[in-house]
């Protein structure tokens, strides 16, 4: 079955430095990624999505994430925190007969300090 | 265009109530799903619908909980004689058609439902 897996429940960083949130995959073929942020009290924001065009993924608010079979990660990074980043983060892979149901990680909570 | 609409907020009922979550696509959205996210966990589907058809339900507990997107109107999520257990946040997302496994789902704001 295919599934992730955040290997950081918490992250903490400091403002203006970078951001890195883990995530491994499982797939027995090539998988939809996606990375969705969540602010407290809101839903959830597509931040960028991987869809086998191109393993290199940029996203909003200059989050990208690296698509990387032979590691089966797709970790999301930011080269330089903001206070607004702080926010729990999920990754995402799509599963099922329809590509449609959405099977999400944990969650990391990313806290910036300033 | 206003983005997935959810109503209420939040909602309170007491043990064996029953609850209904309503659930308004985006404009042109015919695919609506539903998830539940329990305190502390990462969100879990529930059912994708399409209008008039439940088209994946493998997340639905087998008792007490039902789905519906009616031809004219909200998309309703419906669980009868609600227990503790219920508690938690129930997101729904929609969805255009036709894109399959690359499909964006664009989420609403939730229905934080406490059973007192």
């Known amino acids: 079955a295919q599934s992730v897996t955040q290997l950081d429940s918490h992250v903490s960083v400091s403002e203006g430095t970078p951001v890195l949130l883990r995530c491994n995959y499982s797939s027995s073929y090539s998988p939809s990624l996606f990375w969705y942020v969540q602010h407290p009290n809101k839903g959830l924001q597509l931040l960028l999505k991987y869809t086998s065009a191109a393993t290199l993924v940029k996203g909003i608010n200059g989050f990208e994430a690296e698509f990387k079979k032979s590691e089966t990660s797709f970790h999301l990074t930011k080269p330089s925190a903001h206070m607004s980043d702080a926010a729990e983060y999920f990754c995402?892979?799509?599963?099922?007969?329809?590509?449609?149901?959405?099977?999400f990680g944990a969650g990391t909570i990313l806290r910036v300090k300033s | 265009n206003a983005g997935v609409m959810q109503n209420p907020r939040h909602l309170v009922r007491r043990r064996g109530q029953e609850a209904r979550l309503r659930c308004s696509p985006m404009?042109?959205?015919?695919?609506v799903y539903w998830y539940r996210q329990l305190p502390e966990e990462g969100l879990k589907f529930m059912v994708y619908?399409?209008?008039?058809?439940?088209?994946?339900e493998s997340g639905m507990p087998k008792e007490r909980f039902s789905a519906e997107f009616p031809k004219e109107g909200p998309s309703i999520l419906r669980i009868q004689q609600v227990v503790r257990g219920d508690s938690a946040a129930y997101f729904c997302a929609s969805s255009p058609p036709g894109q399959g496994k690359t499909t964006e789902q664009f989420f609403g704001p939730g229905t934080r439902l406490t059973v007192l």
């Open positions: 995402v892979v799509s599963v099922g007969e329809y590509g449609n149901k959405l099977v």
């Open positions: 619908l399409q209008k008039e058809n439940i088209i994946d």
């Open positions: 404009k042109g959205h015919s695919h």
